[in-house]
């Protein structure tokens, strides 16, 4: 498998240590834990995982010209298959969130779309990668503007270029400038174009809500998981893999066709995974510290199996295993994911490093 780039949404993520007893009241002193500061976002959390899994990473990305975009360039320099194409902007400051997440509970995200806001996907050199990974479109007004025609636009130049595309959602807040765009179009224009997308539940309820699916679908997640899937695959999309949170998984791939024109990454897992229509349950957690780049990291074991020529069910394993890795407040090594699915050892190795070679184990650790 050669380069993957990820691309799209990025930022700083300040997360205050919180009791269960935290709360926001005016004029009082609460007293927290340390603040911790780490890159958050798909391009720095799926970009990061997928190279703790061993993929070579291209990310591109837009940063201020500040403090906190000299915090995200030294991060990424700091991995040595991480390699950065970071476009620096003096329009917008660089973006960041406050991760507000009590012991116990959900999280809160208070967030600053900053410098996302004028990425385009213009500048994105597509080289010979055989994957680019999209990630967080309502988290990035310029590239959804104009009826995401800068989206289709990248999209369509991505597919002349060979290279397989894949697209993460985020969730749309219904008060901002994006939250009034017409979701359904956006995703009817660019599902086709979109070889491999993964969003949650989450992502696709705030984006369409429920009025588009059948009468009488149950409230379960699993349940709108499904019917949202045969939407996106109606719409055009590839493989969809849907997050169900609790309930797991939800992986559904498009006809061979469909698969055939999928690019360097997809088109040779073509009739392996053309109607595949399967549910992973999640896979437990060793401890719980956060939930926060879950989701990402979930999407980087799906892609990463991918890349390396897995079969769809233990694709969506290794996407389980690192999801739980990340909640259990650990990176999703090859090492880690071992521990957590010894089964999955042999994901780690490609014999005679092409593309969509055979598999073989490898020492746990690599």
């Known amino acids: 498998m050669g380069e993957i780039v990820v691309a799209g949404h990025i930022c ?80 917008a400051a660089t973006s960041y969130s406050v991760v507000v997440e009590p012991a116990g509970l959900d999280r809160t ?93 989450d992502d696709l309820r705030s984006a369409l809500g429920t009025l588009r699916l059948p009468a009488g679908t149950s409230a379960s997640p699993l349940a709108q998981a499904a019917a949202f899937a045969d939407l996106l695959l109606a719409w055009g999309a590839g493989v969809v893999a849907i997050s169900a949170g609790e309930d797991g998984l939800l992986l559904r791939a498009a006809c061979v066709d469909r698969l055939r024109l999928g690019g360097r990454m997809l088109a040779p897992l073509a009739e392996a995974w053309a109607d595949v229509d399967l549910v992973a349950p999640p896979v437990p957690a060793p401890a719980f510290v956060s939930t926060n780049g879950a989701g990402d990291a979930s999407t980087a074991g799906l892609l990463f199996a991918m890349s390396r020529g897995a079969a769809p069910a233990e694709a969506a394993e290794l996407a389980g295993a690192s999801a739980a890795a990340t909640i259990a407040g650990r990176r999703p090594t090859a090492a880690e994911i071992t521990r957590l699915r010894p089964g999955l050892s042999g994901r780690f190795a490609v014999a005679g490093g092409g593309r969509a070679g055979r598999l073989i184990p490898h020492t746990p650790g690599w």
């Open 109 to 201: 995200f208070w967030h600053h779309t900053g410098a996302n806001e004028v990425f385009t996907g213009e500048h994105l050199a597509v080289g010979d990668a055989d994957l680019v990974h999209l990630g967080y479109p309502p988290l990035l007004p310029g590239i959804v503007a104009d009826d995401a025609t800068p989206l289709a636009r990248l999209l369509e130049r991505i597919h002349r270029h060979g290279a397989t595309t894949s697209m993460d959602l985020a969730v749309v807040d219904p008060t901002s400038a994006v939250g009034h765009l017409d979701w359904e179009a956006i995703l009817r224009r660019t599902l086709p174009l979109t070889d491999v997308v993964s969003p949650s539940v």
């Open 12 to 91: 700083v993520d300040l997360s205050p240590g919180l009791s269960a007893s935290a709360r926001i009241d005016p004029g009082a002193l609460i007293d927290t834990g340390p603040l911790r500061i780490s890159l958050g976002g798909c391009v720095a959390n799926t970009g990061l995982a997928l190279a703790d899994l061993g993929s070579t990473v291209r990310l591109h990305a837009t940063v201020g010209d500040d403090e906190l975009g000299a915090i995200v360039a030294s991060r990424i320099a700091a991995h040595d298959r991480l390699h950065p194409a970071l476009e620096v902007t003096d329009r």
